[in-house]
Protein backbone atom coordinates (compact mmCIF):
# COMPACT_ATOMS: atom_id res chain seq x y z
CA UNK A 1 0.00 0.00 0.00
CA UNK A 2 1.62 3.58 -0.84
CA UNK A 3 0.12 6.30 0.68
CA UNK A 4 -0.77 8.71 -1.61
CA UNK A 5 -1.70 12.95 -2.03
CA UNK A 6 -4.95 13.79 -0.28
CA UNK A 7 -7.38 15.17 -3.14
CA UNK A 8 -10.23 14.09 -1.23
CA UNK A 9 -11.89 17.53 -1.28
CA UNK A 10 -10.54 18.65 -4.77
CA UNK A 11 -13.83 18.10 -6.89
CA UNK A 12 -16.10 21.10 -6.54
CA UNK A 13 -18.80 19.26 -7.92
CA UNK A 14 -19.02 16.67 -5.26
CA UNK A 15 -21.04 17.36 -2.27
CA UNK A 16 -18.94 16.83 1.25
CA UNK A 17 -19.99 14.41 3.42
CA UNK A 18 -19.37 14.28 7.24
CA UNK A 19 -15.65 13.17 7.76
CA UNK A 20 -15.23 9.57 8.49
CA UNK A 21 -12.62 7.71 8.82
CA UNK A 22 -12.89 5.32 5.97
CA UNK A 23 -10.60 3.76 2.98
CA UNK A 24 -10.34 6.98 1.07
CA UNK A 25 -8.72 8.91 4.07
CA UNK A 26 -6.37 6.43 5.47
CA UNK A 27 -4.78 5.73 1.75
CA UNK A 28 -3.51 9.52 2.07
CA UNK A 29 -3.88 10.03 5.84
CA UNK A 30 -0.22 10.40 5.89
CA UNK A 31 -0.09 13.40 3.60
CA UNK A 32 -3.48 14.79 4.43
CA UNK A 33 -2.46 15.24 8.65
CA UNK A 34 1.29 16.57 7.70
CA UNK A 35 -0.34 18.91 5.60
CA UNK A 36 -3.12 19.80 7.99
CA UNK A 37 -1.52 19.98 11.64
CA UNK A 38 0.98 22.05 12.17
CA UNK A 39 3.92 21.02 14.72
CA UNK A 40 2.23 17.12 13.64
CA UNK A 41 6.10 15.63 13.42
CA UNK A 42 7.36 17.05 16.44
CA UNK A 43 4.23 16.13 18.59
CA UNK A 44 4.27 12.39 17.34
CA UNK A 45 8.43 12.39 18.14
CA UNK A 46 8.23 13.99 21.58
CA UNK A 47 4.98 11.68 22.37
CA UNK A 48 7.47 8.87 21.83
CA UNK A 49 10.65 10.93 24.04
CA UNK A 50 7.75 11.41 26.85
CA UNK A 51 6.26 7.48 26.96
CA UNK A 52 10.09 6.01 27.46
CA UNK A 53 9.84 8.70 30.34
CA UNK A 54 7.23 7.60 32.01
CA UNK A 55 6.89 4.06 31.07
CA UNK A 56 7.26 1.51 33.88
CA UNK A 57 8.26 -1.97 34.00
CA UNK A 58 5.15 -4.32 32.99
CA UNK A 59 2.68 -1.86 32.44
CA UNK A 60 0.69 -1.25 29.49
CA UNK A 61 0.66 1.97 26.69
CA UNK A 62 -2.17 2.81 25.36
CA UNK A 63 -2.79 4.59 21.86
CA UNK A 64 -6.43 5.35 21.93
CA UNK A 65 -7.53 6.59 18.39
CA UNK A 66 -4.32 5.22 16.44
CA UNK A 67 -5.74 6.05 13.37
CA UNK A 68 -2.09 4.14 10.90
CA UNK A 69 0.09 4.18 14.33
CA UNK A 70 2.05 6.51 14.37
CA UNK A 71 2.16 7.43 18.40
CA UNK A 72 2.45 3.36 18.93
CA UNK A 73 5.79 3.14 17.07
CA UNK A 74 6.90 6.67 18.80
CA UNK A 75 6.22 4.84 22.13
CA UNK A 76 7.87 1.26 20.87
CA UNK A 77 10.98 2.92 19.48
CA UNK A 78 11.77 4.82 22.95
CA UNK A 79 10.73 1.92 25.39
CA UNK A 80 13.88 1.15 27.79
CA UNK A 81 11.47 -0.77 30.75
CA UNK A 82 11.05 -4.26 30.12
CA UNK A 83 7.87 -6.22 29.83
CA UNK A 84 5.87 -3.53 28.15
CA UNK A 85 2.94 -3.63 25.96
CA UNK A 86 1.50 -0.97 23.92
CA UNK A 87 -2.50 -1.73 23.08
CA UNK A 88 -3.62 0.79 19.64
CA UNK A 89 -7.32 0.90 19.53
CA UNK A 90 -9.11 2.62 16.42
CA UNK A 91 -12.76 1.95 15.50
CA UNK A 92 -11.58 1.89 11.36
CA UNK A 93 -10.44 -1.38 9.85
CA UNK A 94 -9.17 1.15 7.06
CA UNK A 95 -7.04 2.43 9.45
CA UNK A 96 -6.18 -0.74 11.30
CA UNK A 97 -4.86 -2.26 8.24
CA UNK A 98 -2.13 -0.21 7.42
CA UNK A 99 -1.22 0.27 10.81
CA UNK A 100 -0.90 -3.28 11.32
CA UNK A 101 1.15 -3.70 7.82
CA UNK A 102 3.55 -0.44 9.40
CA UNK A 103 3.85 -2.52 12.89
CA UNK A 104 4.64 -5.29 11.40
CA UNK A 105 7.43 -3.59 9.14
CA UNK A 106 9.13 -2.01 12.32
CA UNK A 107 11.31 -4.14 14.01
CA UNK A 108 11.00 -3.00 17.61
CA UNK A 109 10.54 -5.92 20.11
CA UNK A 110 7.55 -4.38 22.29
CA UNK A 111 4.49 -6.38 21.14
CA UNK A 112 1.90 -3.94 19.95
CA UNK A 113 -1.98 -4.84 20.16
CA UNK A 114 -4.14 -3.96 17.51
CA UNK A 115 -7.75 -3.61 18.51
CA UNK A 116 -10.74 -2.59 16.33
CA UNK A 117 -13.36 -0.87 18.77
CA UNK A 118 -15.01 2.07 20.10
CA UNK A 119 -12.42 2.64 22.79
CA UNK A 120 -14.76 3.95 25.02
CA UNK A 121 -15.57 0.14 25.12
CA UNK A 122 -11.79 -0.67 25.73
CA UNK A 123 -10.95 -0.91 29.33
CA UNK A 124 -7.86 0.77 30.63
CA UNK A 125 -5.71 -1.28 32.51
CA UNK A 126 -2.38 -1.63 34.02
CA UNK A 127 -1.50 1.78 32.40
CA UNK A 128 1.86 3.73 32.82
CA UNK A 129 1.11 5.91 29.55
CA UNK A 130 -1.86 7.08 27.80
CA UNK A 131 -1.89 9.38 24.23
CA UNK A 132 -5.19 10.19 22.91
CA UNK A 133 -3.65 12.24 19.90
CA UNK A 134 -6.23 14.58 18.06
CA UNK A 135 -9.25 12.03 19.34
CA UNK A 136 -11.12 13.66 21.99
CA UNK A 137 -12.00 15.83 20.02
CA UNK A 138 -14.30 12.96 17.36
CA UNK A 139 -16.07 12.08 20.85
CA UNK A 140 -19.20 13.71 22.17
CA UNK A 141 -18.43 16.54 24.34
CA UNK A 142 -21.23 14.70 27.11
CA UNK A 143 -19.37 11.40 27.15
CA UNK A 144 -15.70 13.28 27.50
CA UNK A 145 -15.45 13.67 31.26
CA UNK A 146 -16.50 10.04 32.02
CA UNK A 147 -13.64 8.99 29.17
CA UNK A 148 -10.91 10.86 31.12
CA UNK A 149 -12.24 9.54 34.28
CA UNK A 150 -11.97 6.19 33.41
CA UNK A 151 -8.57 6.77 31.73
CA UNK A 152 -7.42 8.31 35.05
CA UNK A 153 -8.61 5.18 36.82
CA UNK A 154 -6.96 3.23 34.92
CA UNK A 155 -3.75 4.33 35.23
CA UNK A 156 -0.49 3.68 37.77
CA UNK A 157 0.19 6.06 40.50
CA UNK A 158 3.41 8.12 38.63
CA UNK A 159 1.58 7.77 35.29
CA UNK A 160 0.38 10.19 32.36
CA UNK A 161 -1.71 10.78 30.04
CA UNK A 162 -0.78 13.00 26.85
CA UNK A 163 -3.69 14.59 24.80
CA UNK A 164 -3.57 16.60 21.44
CA UNK A 165 -6.23 18.55 20.37
CA UNK A 166 -7.20 21.06 17.88
CA UNK A 167 -8.48 23.78 20.63
CA UNK A 168 -10.63 27.00 20.03
CA UNK A 169 -9.82 30.20 22.08
CA UNK A 170 -11.90 31.84 24.41
CA UNK A 171 -10.93 35.79 23.23
CA UNK A 172 -12.52 36.09 19.86
CA UNK A 173 -9.76 38.67 18.27
CA UNK A 174 -7.74 35.47 19.28
CA UNK A 175 -9.81 32.43 17.77
CA UNK A 176 -10.46 34.70 14.59
CA UNK A 177 -6.36 34.87 14.32
CA UNK A 178 -5.52 31.48 14.78
CA UNK A 179 -8.42 29.77 12.53
CA UNK A 180 -7.04 32.52 9.65
CA UNK A 181 -3.57 31.28 10.72
CA UNK A 182 -4.38 27.52 10.35
CA UNK A 183 -5.41 27.88 6.98
CA UNK A 184 -2.70 29.82 5.73
CA UNK A 185 -0.88 26.85 7.06
CA UNK A 186 -2.70 24.56 4.76
CA UNK A 187 -2.99 26.91 2.07
CA UNK A 188 0.95 27.15 1.99
CA UNK A 189 0.94 23.28 1.97
CA UNK A 190 -0.67 23.39 -1.09
CA UNK A 191 -4.54 23.12 -0.46
CA UNK A 192 -6.71 25.11 -2.65
CA UNK A 193 -9.11 27.58 -0.90
CA UNK A 194 -11.94 25.45 -2.43
CA UNK A 195 -10.82 22.40 -0.51
CA UNK A 196 -9.85 24.01 2.65
CA UNK A 197 -13.35 25.15 2.92
CA UNK A 198 -14.55 21.82 1.91
CA UNK A 199 -12.77 20.36 3.96
CA UNK A 200 -14.16 22.60 6.82
CA UNK A 201 -17.48 21.69 6.12
CA UNK A 202 -16.89 18.21 6.20
CA UNK A 203 -15.49 18.33 9.72
CA UNK A 204 -17.85 20.94 11.46
CA UNK A 205 -20.08 18.37 12.75
CA UNK A 206 -17.66 15.80 14.00
CA UNK A 207 -14.62 17.31 15.18
CA UNK A 208 -15.69 19.54 17.86
CA UNK A 209 -12.93 21.68 19.74
CA UNK A 210 -12.62 22.98 23.08
CA UNK A 211 -10.46 25.48 24.97
CA UNK A 212 -7.01 24.33 27.02
CA UNK A 213 -9.55 25.68 29.94
CA UNK A 214 -11.90 23.26 29.53
CA UNK A 215 -9.38 20.36 28.82
CA UNK A 216 -7.20 21.67 31.68
CA UNK A 217 -10.57 21.42 34.20
CA UNK A 218 -11.90 18.22 32.54
CA UNK A 219 -8.34 16.55 34.11
CA UNK A 220 -8.67 18.22 37.66
CA UNK A 221 -11.66 16.98 37.67
CA UNK A 222 -10.93 13.38 36.62
CA UNK A 223 -8.14 13.54 39.79
CA UNK A 224 -5.20 14.45 37.57
CA UNK A 225 -2.44 16.17 40.36
CA UNK A 226 -1.12 18.83 36.86
CA UNK A 227 -1.89 19.47 33.96
CA UNK A 228 -0.57 21.79 31.44
CA UNK A 229 0.31 22.32 27.54
CA UNK A 230 3.78 21.42 26.43
CA UNK A 231 3.28 22.46 22.86
CA UNK A 232 1.56 24.46 20.73
CA UNK A 233 1.17 26.02 17.73
CA UNK A 234 -1.49 28.27 16.32
CA UNK A 235 -4.99 26.60 17.46
CA UNK A 236 -3.05 22.79 18.00
CA UNK A 237 -2.27 22.49 21.75
CA UNK A 238 -0.30 19.11 23.27
CA UNK A 239 -1.47 18.69 27.22
CA UNK A 240 0.36 16.45 29.52
CA UNK A 241 -1.60 15.44 32.84
CA UNK A 242 0.37 13.43 35.39
CA UNK A 243 -1.09 11.23 37.99
Given at each position: ?????????????????????????A??????I???????????????????????????????????G???????????????????V????A????????????????????????L?????????V?????????????????????????????????????????????D???????E?????????????A??????????????????????????????D???????????????
Amino acid sequence: MTDARDTLFSDPLEAPDSFRFDDGVASVFPDMIKRSVPGYSTIIAMTGMLAGRFASEGSNLYDLGCSLGASALAMRQNLQSPGCRIIAVDDSAAMLERCRATVQADSHATPVELVCADLREVPIENASVVVLNFTLQFIPREQRDALISDIYRGLHPGGVMLLSEKVTFEDPPLDTLNIALHEQFKAANGYSELEIARKRSALEDVLLPETLRTHKARMVEAGFSSCDVWFQCFNFASLIALK
